[in-house]
């Protein structure tokens, strides 16, 4: 594109996505829609110039959604998406130290990536990263650490026990070839204690029909305490998780209330009732669920459900803090498509409690220390043993 055309494709991209938060986001009073307007008007003096690239463009787009601070008001898809990770490596953060991992086996303290500090380029993703508290942008942050806009390989310089090594590790386009993983997983210990790790629940991942066999396979264990593993469960379908929380009432129970806008023009709103309704076989059983950072959405719905009407102990970190019922937009850029997302509702527990911004804590906190980094330990799920002994008199 020539430089007249591109610079009217950004501005046309931008005022196409600030025009759709102020239609579609749950503003309750103007002075927020005035306070936003200003928020925009101020962040696009940073609007990139004709000497920057497309990717500079979207970057300002990604901080743009970041600084706005929502959930699940983001970009989804644009022109220049692509990025480039190491397979079967991740990055643990412990305190002001950052270290390697792969597939379970501790490897070292990082010392470089690419000739950069670990900690340069958490902050670099932190600023691009959108959520709605720090812990959650952080924990997001660090998986981008090891990537890379283009296809090259990691140069990660560690400290280990004999000094320090260059580990060169060829990084994948993410997102591509993943395996298909099983929505849930469920293990009985030998002391009666059953085990359920659901990953997702967004509908292309688990259905009704998945959740009907594997409550059956829970009650036919017999078991006398239930683990419920939703740690890195970002969330999905509100119903699927809501169909499953139905197992563990005698009763249909009280969930929250939504708040969405009546229309575009208008900051009128209307409220919405949200219930677990009762479900057959009732699991009349002790409940731990435990919880992390990227425990968000319908998992957090989920949480906070079982939580406020005193079915759950949970063990673990404090949730991510983001539920919004996004609506899907698109626009054009050049003759690319841009997607992305805006929020359309602010959710307050049964309490009255909001769930965005604030998450949901923990009765026992279990953060991993150094020593169980290093030894691949699950101390949250190890806690959570304990306390389910407990629960259930075993």
Partial sequence: MKSKTIINERRKVWRVIVSSIRGAFPFSKKSELVAFNKFAGNFSWQFPGINKSDTDFFLFLERFFARFGNSHSKLNKYPTKKFYLPKGYQVAQNGDNFYLIRKGNFLGKIILIDGLSPRALL???????????????????????????????????????????????????AGKNQKNIKPITIYKYKNDVIYIRIISWRKEAINNSQIDVAIKKVARLRGRAIIIDLRGNGGGSQPRAAYFAGHFFSTTVPVGISERRLSENSLKTKKSFYYFTRRHPFLNLPVIILINSQCMSASELFISGMLDNQRVMLIGESTAGGSGSPRMFSTTYGRKKVSYQISTWRFYRRTGQPIEGMGIKPHIIVKPKLEDIKSGKDVVLERALKEAKKLAKI
């Avoid at 952080?138 to 981008?144: E, H, P, T």
């Avoid at 990660?156 to 060169?168: P, V």
């Fill in 123 to 173: 902050r670099y993703h932190y600023s691009r990263v959108t959520g709605p508290t720090r812990h959650f942008r952080i924990s997001q942050s660090l998986k981008f650490i090891l990537s890379s806009y283009i296809k090259q390989p990691a140069h990660i310089l560690i400290n280990t026990k004999i000094g320090n090594k260059l580990i060169t590790v060829t990084r994948h386009r």
